[in-house]
């Protein structure tokens, strides 16, 4: 009896659920990915975990987009450059001490290369533009070199560039004073100099003749080839909620009622829209603000302003660009600036996010070791004054029962393959440096 009840009550919730009110609101459309080519991504993988696109050659792509942090670092804000480990295990190397943390919390890579996404970094201050003859908009504005796959593959230009993820200290090796006196772009540019080391090396030459013939390798080469394997490697469209919607295969009840929530009355998906959760926009929520901020090396305040940064508007102030959710329960810490360790710590922020900033516990913060002042913007009464008047989400008034439904709607939202990886951590790597495991 009590099992026909339950197959009852299970009926009539997704009956419930199907309603045009609710089904009208879910992305039923299937995400729409580039063509697959093989010889690309295997040398991409190569590449994404190779140290020597790194200034001091002690620092790959995966440093800081771990599989084993699904494709994070396990931290608030990472260390790049003068730092050993992974990790949470991440600490400073006293031999070569990191001029700061990195700033911005490293966000996951699950599906980034689906069409959709054409807007990248926390700011978004790289988004395709088909107003430019590079059809890409970038920091570097008419000097961004063209040849661009896309705009993944022009975004992992740039943390090569950063003295504090990979490019290293002031004049330490050649990538990081070519940094310093402003030459990128051009056969004298810290693009150039970094594909002369790939070019030096005969294993991945003999990959790019297969690719592109015996022409000079490019960096624009190269970071076609590293964002075709992300894009590969983690792509994540067979989680439960994708099986209900492709095949009408329902998720736990708790889930379901978390999906009606998400949908409906909690307005999750006013800003977490689409397939993948994101509405690829820019929204300020007064997440706290924790590290060295984002500025100029002659800016001495530890502030993030976000989207204001790059547009220069008023009203973009404190925005951040609205994160995917797939595999969140995988990928803590939470925010731009990792404030929150856990996934009910982030849920309940949304619920009033300017409350949950004037009471906001630091000791969450889960940090590599470093000493430095983190907490400088949310210990200053002016700073946090500041961040909350931004804020744009109105209070959500929802029970425990349903926070709790929420959450498991959101884990709901794992593909476990694409956590796993599809072509997993190389054994070797051309250039014959260690591999970050």
């Known amino acids: 009896m009590k099992t026909m009840y339950h197959a009852l009550y299970k009926a009539c919730f997704l009956a419930l659920l199907a309603t045009p009110s609710l089904a009208g609101s879910l992305p039923y459309d299937e995400p729409v990915y580039p063509i697959v080519d093989n010889t690309l991504v295997e040398l991409g993988q190569l590449l994404f975990y190779d140290p020597v696109l790194s200034g001091s050659k002690t620092i790959s792509c995966a440093t800081c987009h771990h599989p084993r942090f699904a494709t994070g670092d396990g931290v608030s804000l990472g260390l790049g450059d003068g730092a050993i480990g992974l990790g949470p295990d991440r600490k400073a190397d006293t031999t070569n001490m990191p001029e700061q943390r990195i700033p911005r919390n490293a966000p996951a890579l699950f599906n980034i290369g689906a069409n959709e996404f054409k807007v990248f970094f926390h700011d978004g201050r790289l988004e395709e533009d088909e107003g430019r003859l590079s059809g890409i908009r970038t920091p570097l504005g008419s000097e961004m070199e063209l040849g661009f796959a896309s705009a993944l593959s022009a975004q992992s230009m740039f943390p090569v560039l950063s003295p504090d993820e990979m490019a290293g200290h002031y004049a330490e090796n050649d990538i990081a004073q070519a940094v310093r006196q402003g030459l990128i772009t051009g056969p004298d540019g810290a ?95 007064a997440i706290p603000q924790i590290g060295p901020g984002k500025g100029a090396r002659f800016e001495s305040h530890a502030r993030d302003t976000g989207r204001m940064r790059v547009t220069g508007r008023i009203e973009d102030a404190y925005a951040f660009r609205t994160p995917t959710l797939r595999n969140i329960e995988h990928t803590a810490p939470y925010g731009h600036s990792g404030a929150y360790a856990t996934l009910e710590g982030i849920v309940r922020h949304h619920l009033n996010p300017v409350e949950s900033l004037e009471n906001y516990d630091p000791t969450q913060i889960v940090m590599p070791g470093f000493e430095a002042d983190d907490l400088r913007i949310i210990s200053d009464p002016v700073e946090l004054d500041l961040i909350a008047a931004a804020n744009s989400l109105m209070p959500v008034d929802l029970s425990d029962n349903q926070v709790a439904d929420i959450i498991m709607f959101l884990k709901a939202l794992t593909d476990p393959q694409s956590v796993r990886g599809a072509l997993g951590i190389p054994q070797i790597i051309p250039s014959g440096l260690p591999v970050a495991r």
Not at 200 to 211: C, G, K, L, N, Q
Not at 225 to 231: G, L
Not at 258 to 270: I, K, P, Q, V
Request: net charge negative.
């Open 191 to 285: 693009w150039s100099l970094l594909s002369q080391r790939v070019e030096s090396i005969a294993e991945y030459r003999e990959r790019f003749d297969v690719i592109i013939g015996p022409e000079p390798i490019k960096f624009t080469d190269i970071s076609d080839a590293i964002a075709a394997f992300v894009d590969f490697e983690w792509r994540g469209v067979a989680s439960p909620f994708d099986l209900y919607l492709r095949n009408d295969l329902p998720m736990n009840d708790a889930a379901m009622r978390g999906m009606e929530l998400f949908y409906g009355d909690a307005g999750c998906s006013s800003c977490h829209s689409g397939r993948f959760q994101t509405d690829h926009d820019f929204h300020a929520i």
